[in-house]
């Protein structure tokens, strides 16, 4: 294992001083693992908090700033953040407006979300939840964990944060966020495993010509291997997953994502597949985004975020952004 | 069983837990993500500084310490269940300064619940249960069959063991494993293995002559 760290112990402290080096906008905990905007909390507003494990960037930490979320909640590494950390950011923010939780669908997130979201009413501050859950590799079912949570947080959290920013209530930000989850759906595909710092080897192993479909952000195995194909036919299998599951149609948000250690030439490649699928299916890639947004350390490969936009969602994605890594109309 | 017990049954799990740590890693790694091990050491190196920095004066108060802070300090899901089911126990045992087996067996059956009502996870989900639920049967079991401590703890270890390895066939249907459908099938699951380690610990404690113990429990 190559990577550019100092220790495999000290990774995401070390990660969270580069944020606070590079990002004088933000104001970073590195002690209990927020990143926080600079100005937060901000009287009369709602406050959108969202964590997760490392290892995604720039999800969430990424995210933070106008616009879009006042504080993001760092775990280990694919490790969801503890109550203590969440509970902080979630007083830390709290305008006395209320705080929204963006939480992806996973049991450890949620669990611990919801513990802090218990702690954090005891302290008197009003918390909602959005759950993200917009996999369509993972069949829902009763019995199981249900739908990951993937690429619609960027989404969620992006036009969640946008009402937030308007001045909307708590309860209106939450409609607009579980709406934006409703709408989007998610597949991705990798090329290859990825390697965590602690384990030093990839978390599987796939053969020269050998692919996973279905896989999530944590570097697990998805639902079935296959040969390696063109680009072409690996995106009308990511077009078709989500187009089963509800059908695309007209104006659309679309996110092409890497997943870390996919070249940006390559996922240009995945976005003009992926234009040419809306086409032939009569919707329209209204809104874009192409890069690495949700990723997984080093795995290569991509995902395809899809949104079904409506005229408020379109206006809340347009609204003005500046984030470290999205950043629009300011 | 006092509170000097309990908190040799916390080291005996941190050694093993730091012993096993790599193999419930790759355990992980086939099925989940590869942290099991490493979240569980850091979890139990932090009830390990805990216990040393605020010694609690009952069984019960052990617990609870080692409870929340696996809950304050591991994250993933391992962290509220484990804590959870420490947490759970220890408020079962309330202030008794000594402990009975029947009343651990209890205080196990507490614990399970515990997990239970937050995971919602049932045995045969493929998860800690699956080593748990058997673990607290055959304590009871043997206690109320008049098994003295040494045997209910023998008992209880060997079911979580065997609980444990009866996961490889199946299919996850909870947690990050779940999302691998069928392909979850012919792995042990990492969180039943973590939790027939912590059991096997108990059998360690009873069993072991420690010249750090004052009394034999």
């Given at each position: 294992?190559k990577?550019?760290?100092?220790d495999v112990?000290s990774?995401?402290?070390d990660t969270?001083?580069g944020?606070?080096?590079a990002?004088?906008?933000?104001?970073?905990?590195i002690?209990?693992k927020?990143?926080?905007?600079?100005?937060?909390?901000?009287?009369?507003?709602?406050g959108?908090?969202?964590?997760?494990?490392?290892?995604?960037e720039p999800l969430?930490g990424?995210y933070?700033?106008?616009?879009m979320?006042?504080a993001?909640?760092?775990?280990e590494i694919?490790?969801?953040?503890?109550?203590d950390?969440?509970v902080?950011?979630?007083t830390?923010?709290?305008g006395?407006?209320?705080?929204?939780?963006v939480?992806?669908n996973?049991?450890?997130?949620?669990?611990?979300?919801?513990?802090?979201?218990?702690?954090s009413?005891?302290?008197?501050v009003e918390v909602?939840?959005?759950?993200v859950?917009?996999d369509?590799?993972?069949?829902?079912s009763?019995y199981t964990?249900?739908r990951?949570?993937?690429?619609?947080?960027?989404f969620?959290?992006?036009?969640?944060?946008?009402?937030?920013e308007?001045?909307?209530?708590?309860?209106?930000?939450?409609?607009?966020?579980?709406?934006v989850?409703d709408?989007?759906?998610?597949?991705g595909?990798?090329l290859?495993?990825?390697?965590?710092?602690?384990a030093?080897r990839?978390?599987f192993?796939?053969g020269?010509?050998?692919?996973?479909?279905?896989?999530?952000?944590?570097?697990?195995?998805?639902?079935?291997?296959?040969?390696?194909?063109?680009?072409?036919?690996?995106?009308?299998?990511?077009?078709?997953?989500?187009?089963d599951?509800?059908?695309?149609?007209?104006?659309?948000?679309v996110?092409?994502n890497g997943?870390g250690g996919?070249?940006?030439m390559?996922?240009?490649?995945?976005?003009a597949?992926v234009?040419?699928?809306?086409k032939?299916k009569?919707?329209?890639?209204a809104r874009?985004?192409?890069?690495?947004?949700?990723?997984s350390?080093?795995?290569?490969?991509?995902?395809?975020?899809?949104?079904?936009?409506?005229?408020?969602?379109?206006?809340?994605?347009?609204?003005?952004?500046?984030?470290?890594?999205?950043?629009?109309?300011? | 069983?006092d509170?000097?017990f309990?908190?040799?049954?916390?080291?005996?799990i941190?050694?093993?837990?730091?012993?096993?740590?790599?193999?419930l890693?790759r355990?992980?790694?086939?099925i989940?993500?590869?942290?099991?091990?490493?979240?569980?050491?850091?979890?139990?190196?932090?009830?390990?500084?805990a216990?040393?920095?605020?010694?609690?004066?009952?069984?019960?108060?052990?617990?609870?310490?080692a409870?929340?802070t696996?809950?304050?300090k591991v994250?993933?899901?391992s962290?509220?269940?484990?804590?959870?089911?420490?947490?759970?126990?220890g408020k079962?045992?309330g202030d008794?300064a000594?402990?009975?087996?029947?009343?651990l067996?209890s205080a196990l059956?507490a614990?399970?619940?515990g997990?239970r009502r937050l995971?919602g996870?049932?045995?045969?989900?493929?998860?800690?249960?699956?080593a748990l639920?058997?673990?607290?049967?055959?304590?009871?079991?043997?206690v109320?069959?008049?098994?003295?401590?040494?045997?209910?703890?023998?008992?209880?270890a060997a079911?979580?063991?065997?609980?444990?390895k009866?996961?490889?066939?199946?299919?996850a249907?909870?947690g990050?494993?779940?999302?691998?459908?069928?392909?979850?099938?012919?792995?042990?699951?990492?969180?039943?293995?973590?939790?027939a380690?912590i059991?096997?610990?108990?059998?360690?404690?009873?069993?072991?002559?420690?010249?750090r113990?004052?009394?034999?429990?």
């Amino acid at each position: 294992m190559k990577k550019l760290i100092n220790d495999v112990g000290s990774v995401v402290t070390d990660t969270l001083r580069g944020v606070a080096a590079a990002h004088p906008s933000l104001r970073v905990d590195i002690e209990n693992k927020i990143i926080f905007r600079r100005d937060a909390p901000r009287p009369g507003k709602v406050g959108l908090v969202s964590g997760g494990g490392s290892g995604h960037e720039p999800l969430h930490g990424g995210y933070v700033g106008y616009g879009m979320l006042d504080a993001a909640c760092p775990g280990e590494i694919f490790t969801s953040p503890v109550p203590d950390q969440i509970v902080r950011a979630t007083t830390g923010v709290n305008g006395g407006a209320g705080v929204l939780h963006v939480v992806k669908n996973y049991t450890g997130d949620v669990l611990n979300f919801e513990m802090a979201a218990e702690l954090s009413d005891d302290e008197g501050v009003e918390v909602a939840r959005v759950l993200v859950d917009d996999d369509v590799a993972v069949r829902d079912s009763l019995y199981t964990a249900g739908r990951r949570g993937t690429g619609a947080a960027v989404f969620v959290e992006k036009i969640a944060g946008a009402l937030a920013e308007a001045g909307a209530p708590l309860t209106e930000v939450v409609r607009v966020g579980r709406e934006v989850n409703d709408r989007s759906r998610s597949f991705g595909v990798a090329l290859s495993a990825c390697t965590t710092p602690a384990a030093g080897r990839p978390t599987f192993e796939l053969g020269e010509r050998e692919i996973e479909l279905g896989i999530g952000i944590h570097g697990e195995p998805g639902r079935t291997r296959a040969a390696h194909r063109e680009a072409r036919e690996l995106v009308r299998i990511a077009m078709d997953a989500i187009d089963d599951d509800l059908p695309l149609s007209g104006e659309t948000l679309v996110m092409v994502n890497g997943m870390g250690g996919t070249p940006l030439m390559e996922l240009y490649i995945v976005f003009a597949e992926v234009a040419a699928y809306l086409k032939e299916k009569g919707a329209t890639a209204a809104r874009r985004l192409v890069g690495n947004h949700v990723t997984s350390l080093d795995m290569l490969g991509f995902s395809v975020t899809t949104c079904a936009l409506t005229d408020e969602l379109t206006r809340l994605w347009d609204a003005p952004v500046e984030t470290p890594a999205l950043r629009w109309g300011r | 069983m006092d509170t000097r017990f309990f908190v040799i049954w916390m080291e005996e799990i941190t050694a093993a837990v730091r012993a096993g740590r790599d193999h419930l890693t790759r355990l992980d790694a086939a099925i989940g993500d590869a942290d099991h091990g490493t979240n569980l050491d850091r979890g139990f190196a932090a009830v390990a500084e805990a216990l040393a920095a605020r010694p609690p004066d009952t069984p019960g108060g052990v617990l609870v310490l080692a409870g929340s802070t696996l809950i304050r300090k591991v994250g993933g899901a391992s962290g509220p269940l484990y804590g959870t089911a420490f947490r759970d126990m220890g408020k079962a045992l309330g202030d008794a300064a000594d402990v009975s087996a029947a009343e651990l067996a209890s205080a196990l059956e507490a614990g399970l619940a515990g997990v239970r009502r937050l995971g919602g996870a049932e045995e045969g989900d493929k998860t800690m249960v699956d080593a748990l639920a058997p673990a607290a049967r055959a304590m009871a079991r043997t206690v109320d069959a008049g098994g003295d401590p040494e045997e209910a703890f023998a008992a209880a270890a060997a079911a979580a063991e065997e609980g444990a390895k009866a996961t490889v066939p199946l299919v996850a249907r909870k947690g990050r494993a779940s999302y691998l459908g069928a392909r979850s099938a012919g792995h042990e699951d990492p969180g039943a293995a973590s939790t027939a380690l912590i059991v096997g610990a108990l059998r360690a404690v009873a069993t072991r002559r420690s010249p750090r113990s004052e009394s034999r429990p």
